[in-house]
């Protein structure tokens, strides 16, 4: 009976074999792929969990992580400040929420890996911290935001729905970011899963749309900021060249259509940087039909339309007409029509004017470091192209001065300084508000900051961008000025 | 004669080494335990190491008395998994909210199990009393393996119709009589096999060179076959359906040495199984889990979060306590393996399978040293049905076989279980002691009871 027991023992330690092979293989083979499972609680719990680094303005942070007594250990949180400066809300377009239900946004969203310390450029302190059972540390990210411009912005929004974008000219560095009304994302990132959803229902039902960033995520006609591109456009082609380069200004009837342009710009010829100072439609329609559809497009794409510019937060690309005829582009070329742009693009528009013409690609992630302080990762300005010559510029730069010295752009006016601007009433249909823009820089601070209001509350008349919105730029100009006098 | 005869060494003495030896890895376990989940030493953790060494004590003295040669590795491997699984216990029950005492409970099984261990060993002195009523056991073992069938005590849980219930004041307290019936099953079968086993193995005719059996001595093969059909149909559980025909088969290929019966049954279960896949939706629904359980994950839930625990270990596991194994709904029973291979990991997974793997070694090893074939049989039906049930329930677990409701031996909690493997463990070392007592001994004692025979008495007279 001993032969069959000896078959009977190799077949019982096949079968432990078997088990054996069967674990290792799915060890090696299967398990890895569970891991980005939906359904898979445990990796996200664990992620939810980590207790992440801080994100700073400054050295204050706008997002932070707080030890709870609950399953997960650890509750994201965000600064709340007060009424006057609810800090929560006017950093919230850049940190995002980071919630259980709803997932991640902003910041919190495109940063986790550093966040939560999981990036690969971190991958040596985590074997370090494995091995020697070390908690989880995430890292730091320092944002290139300007907490007195983000204060300013916000105060100078007062609550009306609009956008705020401040970029340092020389490098692209966003000083503010600012989309109101906004969103408090701790009501989403609450451990209370009630309470998040409630919120979560609240905020999407809002008519306000306080979760939308203006600033960034939103396109809007440019309106008469936009006819800075077009007299970029028409100097980089040779149709006009210099400010002091005559242009016709008197009435005009678009192409095959029955649609005139008029305005009284100050005669029937004026100069460029009149045209602009006085912001004439005339002027730009026929400049805008004689540089053409085509070259309108490319000029635009120079400063950045048509490509998304802003990959640390969610943004969207600014759009110009591909395909126009010649009334459309008339349209166009002052900013109406299927023109289409985010307060952040017309923000990089006035920032390559004032820098001599080069795009710098904007960025809001200035430093990463661990919580040791060793950076892994520090912001390079990076160039996205010169849109016009430096002698181009410099002629849209002095008419921008001229706008804010003698045209509509008066109220931006800062004593001492060169402040250049240019407004925008953007009328969307009869039956509504117009949109308010200006763009603007100042000189001595390498700042540009466009501000946006999606609803004017008056009815369209040219100086309503001047009126309402130069002032939330000189606020912010002003509060930079305050910071480096 | 006598100067060759092997005499194996008793080693008690390593068996005590082990002993603690396992007595202090599960008592560092709950030690770890505590550390990790609230960070401090827990006060009671000389009461478990007290209880640890009593138990060990009790079972070391008694095997030391009564089974002087019993094999040394199985009794600390049991008293291992023994610990490791109340200590995996306590854990879950401290992941729960309000904490669960469930390894409390579990410990006083162990009592309970252990208190069994040591009657078997006193109340049975040599192994061949079992041999004596063949029939009457194969009856109660089958009573038991379809118990569970009845209406009235039959209870389906979890999609199995493997358990009975018993309500004693106002409580219902389940178990699975085919713990039970596993053990009665394997002494029915060597009985009757010893009995049959030349009738059985008489050549019939050879087909591509494997003798297959007779016609007529198919009876006994066909009769369980049926049996473990029944188990698979009714009871709706693959892994027990497989658990005794599986022995069986086995047994009676141990018992004639023809490679035709092993061969047949391979082919009947597998026939058997693929009907029973094509007739009847509940064995389609724990393959469907089984091959794709990520088709629906509400319906495979405990599949699918039992093997996200087990890929969240990874190689060397969470660490006790750092794990979520209370995730998969029963933990504590069917997926305890889940929750070891979370918290210790592939490597903690592969050194449980190995333990199983070694007690089953030395079973068959004292198999194969015991001179004669009932003990042949008993210890070799022992230590099978034990890799079968491993088998089965890890391989169901860890999606090698369609999932089965099978306990884990001496890890899952659940009292009647621990009750049955331990009374087995009690049975194979005895049989262990007699494959390795020294052969003079016993005929020593041959000679001591010629010595009691009536001697004639020759008168004084005559001299």
């Known amino acids: ?485 | 004669m006598e100067d060759q005869v092997v005499v194996y060494r008793k080693r008690r003495g390593t068996e005590a080494v082990l002993m603690l030896f396992s007595v202090l890895i599960c008592v560092a376990a709950y030690i770890l335990i505590h550390l990790d989940m609230d960070n401090e030493i827990p006060q009671q953790w000389p009461w478990a190491l007290g209880i640890g060494l009593g138990l060990a004590v009790i079972v070391h003295v008694i095997v030391r008395v009564r089974l002087p040669y019993a094999d040394p590795l199985i009794l600390p491997l049991v008293f291992l998994l023994n610990g490791l699984g109340v200590a995996m216990i306590h854990r879950l029950d401290l992941g729960t909210n309000p904490v669960m005492h469930s390894a409390e409970l579990q410990l006083v099984w162990t009592g309970i199990a252990v208190a069994v261990f040591v009657l078997v060993l006193v109340f049975l002195p040599d192994y061949e009393v079992l041999n004596r009523f063949p029939y009457l056991l194969f009856l109660l073992g089958m009573f038991l393996l379809l118990m569970p069938m009845l209406p009235g005590i039959g209870q389906e849980k979890f999609g199995a119709r493997i358990w009975i219930g018993v309500t004693i004041g106002g409580s219902t307290y389940s178990f699975q009589p085919a713990e039970l019936a596993k053990i009665v099953l394997v002494i029915a079968f060597a009985a009757y096999l010893v009995e049959k086993k030349d009738v059985l193995a008489a050549a019939g005719t050879k087909v591509l060179g494997i003798e297959i059996p007779r016609v007529r001595d198919l009876g006994p093969i066909l009769l369980m076959w049926l049996a473990s059909l029944a188990v698979l149909v009714f009871q709706k559980d693959l892994g027990t359906s497989l658990l005794f025909f599986g022995l069986f088969v086995m047994m009676l290929y141990v018992a004639t040495g023809q490679a035709g019966y092993p061969i047949l049954g391979v082919f009947l279960f597998a026939g058997g199984a693929y009907a029973g896949y094509l007739f009847f939706g509940h064995v389609q629904a724990r393959v469907d889990a089984w091959l794709n359980p990520f088709k629906d994950f509400d319906t495979n839930y405990q599949v699918i979060v039992g093997q996200f625990g087990m890929a969240y270990g990874g190689a060397t596991g969470t660490g006790w306590g750092l794990g979520r194994p209370n995730m998969t709904p029963l933990a504590k029973t069917d997926f305890i393996v889940a929750a070891f291979g979370e918290e210790l990991g592939v490597a903690g997974l592969a050194a449980i399978i190995l333990i199983y793997a070694i007690l089953v070694a030395r079973g068959l090893r004292a198999a194969l040293g015991i001179q004669e074939p009932f003990g042949k049989l008993l210890a070799a039906g022992l230590s099978f049905v034990f890799a079968i049930q491993v088998f089965t329930i890890i391989g169901g677990v860890t999606r090698l076989l369609p999932l089965t409701g099978l306990t884990t031996p001496f890890l899952s909690q659940g009292g009647s279980s621990l009750v049955a493997n331990w009374a087995m463990t009690a049975i194979l070392l005895v049989v262990t002691h007699y494959a390795r007592r020294p052969m003079q001994v016993r005929s020593r004692q041959r000679v001591r009871s010629l010595a009691m025979d009536e001697t004639q008495q020759i008168p004084r007279a005559a001299l």
């Open chain 1, 1 to 485: 009976m001993n032969r069959p027991i000896r078959s009977v023992s190799v077949v019982a330690m096949l079968l432990f074999a078997a088990l054996l092979i069967n674990v290792s293989a799915n060890y090696m083979l299967v398990w890895d792929s569970y891991e980005d499972s939906p359904y898979n609680r445990r990796v996200l719990d664990a992620r939810f969990s980590a207790p992440r680094g801080p994100i700073l303005v400054g050295n204050a942070e706008i997002a932070s992580t707080k030890k709870v007594k609950d399953s997960y250990g650890y509750l994201r949180y965000y600064p709340e400040g007060d009424e006057e400066y609810p800090t929560a809300k006017i950093y919230a377009p850049v940190t995002g929420y980071y919630s259980y239900l709803y997932g991640a946004s902003g910041l919190e969203l495109t940063q986790s890996a550093q966040l939560t310390g999981e990036d690969s450029s971190q991958f040596l302190d985590w074997i370090v911290r494995k091995l020697s059972g070390k908690q989880e540390e995430g890292s730091i990210v320092e944002t290139t935001l300007n907490d007195k411009a983000q204060k300013a912005a916000w105060k100078a929004l007062d609550g009306r729905k609009g956008a705020v974008v401040a970029i340092d000219t020389k490098t692209g560095a966003i000083r503010a970011l600012v989309s109101s009304p906004s969103y408090d994302p701790n009501e989403l990132d609450t451990h209370d899963f009630d309470a998040s959803q409630k919120a979560w229902a609240k905020l999407n039902s809002d008519v306000d749309k306080p979760m939308n960033n203006r600033a960034t995520r939103e396109v809007y006609q440019p309106g008469s900021t936009f006819k800075l591109i077009t007299a970029a456009a028409a100097l980089e082609n040779g149709i006009v060249k210099d400010g002091d380069s005559e242009v016709e200004s008197g009435s005009y009837t678009l192409p095959t259509s029955s649609v005139v342009f008029s305005g009284n710009c100050g005669g029937d010829k004026i100069t460029l940087t009149q045209a602009l100072v006085t912001s004439c439609n005339p002027a730009f329609g026929r400049l805008g039909v004689e540089v053409g559809a085509e070259k309108l497009v490319e000029q635009a794409a120079k400063f950045g339309f048509g490509t998304e510019p802003l990959s640390e937060i969610s943004s969207v690309a600014s759009k110009f007409p591909a395909k126009a005829d010649p009334p459309q582009t008339a349209m166009s070329a002052i900013g109406e029509f299927e023109v289409a742009a985010t307060p952040l693009q017309m923000a990089m528009v006035a920032a390559a004017i004032q820098n001599g013409g080069e795009v710098m690609k904007p960025y809001l992630v200035q430093r990463i470091s661990t919580q040791d302080l060793r950076d892994t990762y520090v912001a390079k300005p990076q160039s996205m192209g010169q849109a016009l010559t430096p002698a181009n510029a410099q002629t849209l730069r002095d008419a921008m001065v001229a706008v804010v010295e003698e045209g509509t752009g008066t109220a931006a006016r800062i004593k001492g300084y060169e402040v250049g601007g240019k407004t925008g009433t953007a009328t969307v249909s009869e039956s509504r508000h117009p949109y308010a823009w200006f763009v603007s820089f100042v000189s001595e601070e390498n700042l540009a900051v466009c501000a946006f209001l999606e609803d004017a509350g008056v009815g369209t008349t040219e100086t309503t961008g001047g009126r309402l919105a130069a002032p939330i730029a000189k606020a912010v100009m002003q509060a930079m000025i305050k910071e480096n006098p």
